[in-house]
């Protein structure tokens, strides 16, 4: 049986990808921070603590899947420490290793500026498109995915980059435009049209072309970490 670590177990893709894994016949061994564990399998999985070797926690694993991040609103500072500094981390204590497990990354489309950036992004996206991130969060994704390329190539770690778009529980998508904050950015004539009974507002660009946004449903992100860590071709 494979067993796999996880980092950002708590999370919310990482959430979801943990029972998923349990269902596939994975062990499962989580890195655990701060936040507690999903009850409904906390029992099934074996625990490392954030502040352990790394060494240790890696032992007998055949793959990682390395969820763990910091998004706005945390400062700069928090995004580097924990993006930048613990994926190196991560990075440096898989290339000691004789035999190197694969490495899932969880990238993000914020680093083709989109989301919360300064520019939308509304054309089709693939990989072969140019990155451009306006916002340190994306940033702090292109140069995880350059450690992760440079560690690839020079320590040979069989690597898959995964750019999750904004990713959302079902219930939460309407809620994008129900309770998002998009009100704040509001031109002043249509200040108070959020807040009749029934409206759903449909947001604007400044050129007054519809809002886009790419979304993703968090429970085929959590299936897309299973075919990265089964699929060959990834």
């Not at 990238?107 to 989301?115: E, I, L, N, P």
């Not at 998002?180 to 029934?198: C, Q, S, V």
């Amino acid at each position: 049986m494979k067993k796999v670590l996880i980092t950002g177990a708590s999370g919310r893709i990482g959430r979801h990808v943990v029972p998923l894994l349990l269902e596939h016949g994975y062990a499962v061994r989580v890195l655990m921070h701060r936040t507690p564990m999903d009850a409904s399998w906390a029992s099934q999985v074996e625990t490392v603590a954030a502040g352990s070797p790394l060494t240790d926690a890696l032992v007998g694993i055949g793959a990682v899947v390395h969820l763990a991040g910091i998004m706005p609103p945390g400062s700069d500072d928090e995004v580097f420490e924990t993006n930048i500094e613990g994926s190196y981390r991560l990075l440096q204590a898989i290339a000691a290793l004789d035999q190197k497990p694969r490495l899932l990354f969880a990238s993000s489309d914020a680093t083709y500026s989109t989301g919360w950036s300064l520019g939308a992004y509304s054309a089709p996206i693939d990989e072969d498109i140019a990155q451009h991130p306006t916002v340190f969060y994306g940033l702090s994704k292109v140069l995880g995915e350059r450690m992760c390329l440079y560690y690839e190539e020079m320590h040979k770690i069989p690597l898959v980059r995964l750019r999750f778009v904004w990713t959302l529980e079902a219930p939460e998508i309407l809620d994008l435009f129900v309770k998002a904050p998009y009100k704040d950015f509001l031109i002043e004539e249509d200040r108070g049209k959020w807040d009749r009974p029934g409206v759903v507002a449909m947001p604007l660009e400044e050129d007054r072309c519809p809002f886009t946004e790419h979304i993703c449903d968090v429970r085929d992100a959590a299936q897309a970490v299973v075919l990265a860590l089964e699929s060959e071709a990834a």
